[in-house]
């Protein structure tokens, strides 16, 4: 694991973003993994600004989203298909058919994981984006999912609705499902950024860098990737 320490949010978005651009600039047909929540926000905003640059172009780049909740539609203010548009693909040249982000139209629920497998296995991931929430989890692999799971429906932890709670009106709103991709489509990425900013990331990230590799701490495989680079700013650092 490669770990790079920087001062604040500003500061990690800075790096984590200086890697995407150089990853698109490499190989404009990138395939690239994607991660929502409040971390990745500034990350996007400055990859809009290198595109408004002209630095880099979407274009011929392939977007996979690591999750989605269900129960809520994609029309919804907090789905993870709006947060993608709002706070990238609007504002960028992607092409609308390579952007992948899973299906979570509930009528469809015995079918939306096996065809997002299926999907997301007809490439490979080049540049995985990941955060991490207080209890390890990743993509939204809870505490205890096995690591042998692909694209799988699973049942929030309550730390993580509760993490969440801030994003809706009451704990009652926040989805108690959601799809996501597993631990085993997130390890076949070539290589993974995995982002963490906040006193609330610390315990996870010291247990993720110097705990045993442990299905309780899903993040913990990253340990095993051959290609992983943490980026945190010294309040997530601080347990390290
Ligand atoms: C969310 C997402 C994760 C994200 C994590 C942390 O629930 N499913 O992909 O990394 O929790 O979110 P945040 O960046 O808002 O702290």
């Not at 990859?47 to 989605?68: P, W």
């Not at 955060?131 to 993509?139: A, E, P, W, Y």
């Amino acid at each position: 694991m490669k770990i790079i320490k920087c001062t604040d949010y500003e500061d990690v978005s800075q790096k984590a973003s200086e890697l995407v651009i150089q990853q698109i600039k490499i190989n404009p047909k990138s395939v690239l993994g994607l991660a929502t929540g409040s971390t990745p926000i500034k990350l996007y905003d400055n990859l809009v600004k290198a595109y408004q640059r002209k630095e880099i172009s979407f274009k011929n780049v392939l977007s996979y989203n690591l999750d989605e909740y269900i129960g809520i539609n994609r029309e919804h203010s907090q789905s993870y298909y709006q947060y993608m548009y709002k706070h990238l693909f609007s504002l960028v040249d992607m092409n609308k058919k390579n952007i992948h982000i899973p299906n979570n139209d509930e009528k469809q629920i015995d079918k939306i994981t096996q065809l997002y497998n299926e999907d997301l296995n007809k490439h490979q991931i080049d540049l995985q984006i990941l955060g991490i929430g207080s209890n390890g989890h990743i993509g939204f692999n809870e505490p205890g999912t096995p690591f042998e799971n692909e694209t799988f429906i699973v049942e929030l932890d309550e730390q993580t609705r509760k993490d969440n709670k801030r994003f809706f009106k009451s704990l009652d709103e926040v989805p108690k499902y959601a799809i996501t991709m597993g631990i085993k489509n997130i390890m076949r990425s070539k290589k993974i950024i995995l982002m963490a900013s906040g006193i609330e990331k610390a315990n996870a990230i010291h247990k993720m860098i110097n705990g045993t590799v442990t299905e309780d701490l899903p993040a913990s495989i990253l340990q095993r990737h051959p290609d992983v680079t943490i980026i945190i700013d010294q309040l997530a650092g601080s347990k390290l």
